[in-house]
């Protein structure tokens, strides 16, 4: 009994020694401390972003194709192909600069294709004339390169493209800008703004 009136009487102190024990061990794991400030760079950049390949757009390409097999002759290709520029992320570099707090992005020049020949009940290739000594794999390598070279060619589809590529890259850093106050800006690998 004399004990728990002891006890009674020291709790106030007990308490406060508690809580003061309590406070500091917070101040000494930095839980009052200033946030870190984040440093930005390439590799943060780059680990933001990590994927191999990214398709920038779709666009489906009804083509002819002239064609010309050295022992199988001449003729036409006529197509239907899924076309879908893409960009390989490690080709993506970025130019830091600390004192404005930006970021900028450059992009490759140029883009790479895959090409899907479509062949189902919609579409499908045939080739001119008829009797010729085509093979049907001829005919899908010859679809497949014009394809990649119109592609190559199609201003409109590139710079789709490079905007589906900047919008894509902006919203995937958005937080780690958000975060550290930078901004970003994009240019292509030959120094044009995009």
Same mark, same amino acid.
């Given at each position: 009994m004399v004990f728990i009136k002891k006890l009674i009487e020291f709790s106030p102190l007990i308490v406060t020694l508690?809580? !003061?024990a309590t406070i500091i061990g917070l101040f000494s794991v930095g839980v009052f401390d200033k946030p870190e400030e984040t440093l930005i760079t390439s590799s943060t950049l780059t680990k933001a972003i990590e994927t191999a390949k990214l398709a920038t757009a779709k666009y489906v390409q009804n083509g002819i194709a002239k064609v010309h097999i050295d022992g199988k002759g001449d003729g036409?290709? %006529?197509?239907?192909? !899924? !076309?879908? +520029?893409?960009?390989?992320?490690?080709? =993506? *570099?970025?130019?830091i600069n600390e004192e404005k707090q930006e970021i =900028?992005?450059?992009?490759? $020049? @140029?883009?790479t294709f895959d090409v899907e020949i479509l062949n189902d009940e919609d579409h499908n290739y045939s080739f001119y004339p008829k009797e010729s000594k085509w093979t049907a794999k001829d005919a899908l390598y010859i679809c497949e390169t014009d394809a990649k070279q119109k592609a190559e060619?199609? *201003?409109?589809?590139? @710079? @789709?493209?490079? /905007?589906? %590529? #900047? $919008? *894509?890259?902006? !919203?995937?850093? @958005? +937080?780690?800008?958000? /975060?550290?106050?930078? #901004?970003?800006?994009f240019k292509s690998s030959a120094g044009l703004e995009v």
């Open positions: 508690i809580i !003061v036409y290709v %006529l197509y239907y192909a !899924v !076309v879908k +520029p893409n960009v390989n992320l490690e080709e =993506i *570099t970025y130019d =900028i992005v450059i992009i490759p $020049n @140029k883009f060619e199609n *201003t409109e589809l590139i @710079k @789709k493209a490079q /905007e589906s %590529l #900047t $919008n *894509t890259i902006e !919203v995937l850093m @958005k +937080p780690l800008l958000n /975060e550290s106050g930078y #901004t970003i800006a």
